[in-house]
């Protein structure tokens, strides 16, 4: 029997609203009570006092603005122009799980509305070249009538396996961008497609949720933390058209904004060196720069997430590299009257001034001035982050009973703690080594299965059999010596190749080099 496929959706309710504002005045208070019990002199305390005022108004303006995000309704008139549309899934693969894959692939042909075409590409996987489920998914495309291609071609990286299915699609009008590891909950397509009724959006964002967020309590945690930041920080930025990343997992562009950008966009380097990673923020800053970019919040796909602590971090690690060089980027190519450009420096400004509290607190005062905070401070981060959690219960899913998701967000503790010492550590020493631009993850083979027990590579892959492009690979070393522990070993980064035929014009900085193409009149 056919197992029932993965649903969620969203649930607005003001109750959420109610509880994230009373939280949040709570946590202003406790602040207000832990700077009166501290023995801080007069200046001190005024300027703690000013610093936390700041805090919270920024707090509550987000906290309005993320819950008037609504999803995108389409109306009788623009659901027929959007069912014109021919829409072209790329799916990259990479020494992919084969349960995960094939589950994937399944709730593409689940869907309510179907894809018009799906490409799949193995970017020459080492572990597997999937026989039985390139097999098995050709032959059920086929009988679903939806188009699809299969190519193993040489490792080259996710952009150039994406940038075969954009050849493969010319015909596409909307492109949707999956990761192999990507099942979608039956409505999402047709959901990621309703915004695109407006002219002025090009880019789309779904919301990500964990598949296996039952594993273990680090799986619990990583699913609280990235569902909450979802809800919280890009549904505010949604709201004004200007959210900054998208979901790897799931994600819909305007053909144009990477058919026209796609030479640039498989030739990116910084400092001279090709970057492999932080493909969704460079699509995002596309889009950006031709209109805006949204969220919808009833776009829904569930993705893998880290069962181990080395896999989190060097999944975050390149985040926080790849985050460092688009922010560069952003500073650079953002129009200053735009509003993408002040909430980025915004978000920047915002990460500086809660770093430096934490310091002034635990470092300054009590080496400096023999002054240890006061207790009533740790209740501050918690009471906030349990404020913003609040959004991870609107999300209610198919396969899990709300009391279990009650557990999850009690653990919210946990999750402030592990984002204010690892995280914060890790996005510090990521911006620091932002040169360094590999991948860092699944070289080895699959770092997740549905069974339980990761895949493992069975060396360099062979040529595909039956004719066609042999398989090869270059392996870069990855620096690890400057984190110990983390870093078992060394990681070789994928291949780089660059984009046959002519290179558009060139913007170049004295240490990075963005291809932007020019945008069309509107």
């Known amino acids: 029997m056919t197992p029932r496929p993965l649903a969620a959706h969203p649930h607005h309710s003001g109750t959420v609203l109610a509880g994230a504002i009373a939280l949040t005045a709570a946590a202003a208070w406790a602040a207000q009570h832990a700077i009166a019990a501290t023995h801080f002199g007069d200046a001190t305390r005024g300027r703690l006092g000013a610093v936390w005022a700041v805090t919270f108004v920024l707090l509550m303006a987000q906290t309005v603005m993320y819950h008037f995000d609504r999803p995108h309704r389409a109306t009788p ?36 509305r179907l894809p018009d075409s799906v490409h799949v590409v193995d970017d020459g996987s080492t572990s597997t070249e999937y026989p039985e489920v390139r097999a098995w998914w050709l032959e059920a495309a086929r009988q679903a009538g939806v188009h699809t291609t299969w190519r193993r071609v040489a490792n080259g990286g996710k952009r150039h396996a994406q940038g075969h299915g954009v050849r493969a699609s010319p015909q596409a009008d909307v492109y949707v961008t999956l990761d192999s590891d990507s099942c979608l909950a039956p409505n999402a397509i047709a959901e990621i497609l309703i915004p695109f009724r407006r002219r002025s959006v090009q880019s789309v964002a779904g919301i990500v949720l964990a598949t296996n967020h039952r594993a273990n309590l680090l799986a619990r945690i990583t699913d609280l933390w990235l569902l909450t930041g979802q809800l919280v920080d890009r549904s505010a930025l949604s709201t004004v058209g200007a959210v900054l990343v998208n979901s790897g997992p799931l994600a819909a562009y305007r053909a144009g904004v990477i058919r026209d950008n796609l030479d640039a966009y498989l030739s990116e380097t910084f400092r001279g060196r090709p970057v492999t990673m932080s493909d969704d923020s460079l699509l995002t800053l596309y889009a950006l720069l031709r209109g805006k970019t949204v969220q919808q919040p009833t776009a829904v796909v569930f993705s893998a997430m880290p069962e181990k602590f080395g896999h989190l971090c060097r999944m975050y690690l390149r985040w926080m590299r790849g985050s460092t060089i688009r922010s ?7 129009p200053l009257d735009g509003v993408a450009y002040w909430i980025h420096l915004l978000r920047w400004f915002q990460v500086a001034l809660s770093t430096s509290i934490l310091v002034w607190l635990l470092v300054v005062e009590p080496l400096k001035y023999d002054n240890a905070p006061d207790s009533s401070f740790l209740l501050i981060p918690f009471l906030i982050g349990w404020a913003q959690g609040l959004r991870y219960l609107s999300i209610i899913r198919s396969d899990e009973r709300i009391r279990s998701r009650i557990v999850t967000w009690m653990l919210m503790p946990l999750a402030v703690v592990f984002a204010w010492t690892v995280l914060r550590f890790m996005r510090w020493y990521g911006a620091a080594t932002c040169a360094n631009t590999g991948w860092g993850t699944r070289q ?10 990761p895949a ?4 360099d892959a062979p040529s595909v059999q039956g004719g066609g492009e042999p398989i090869g690979r270059v392996d870069v070393p990855f620096d690890t010596g400057a984190f110990p522990g983390v870093f078992p070993g060394q990681f070789p980064s994928p291949a780089y190749r660059h984009p046959p035929g002519p290179q558009p014009e060139s913007l170049v900085e004295t240490t990075l080099e963005l291809r932007v193409h020019p945008v069309p009149a509107r």
């Open 77 to 112: 008139r623009s659901a027929r122009r959007l069912a014109d549309l021919h829409v072209a899934v790329l799916v990259p693969v990479y020494n992919e799980d084969d349960g995960y894959l094939r589950l994937g692939l399944r709730s593409l042909l689940e869907q309510t």
């Open 328 to 334: 560069l980027w952003r500073m650079r190519y953002l």
């Open 444 to 453: 080895g083979g699959a770092e997740v299965s549905l069974g339980g027990q």
């Open 456 to 459: 493992t590579a069975t060396g």
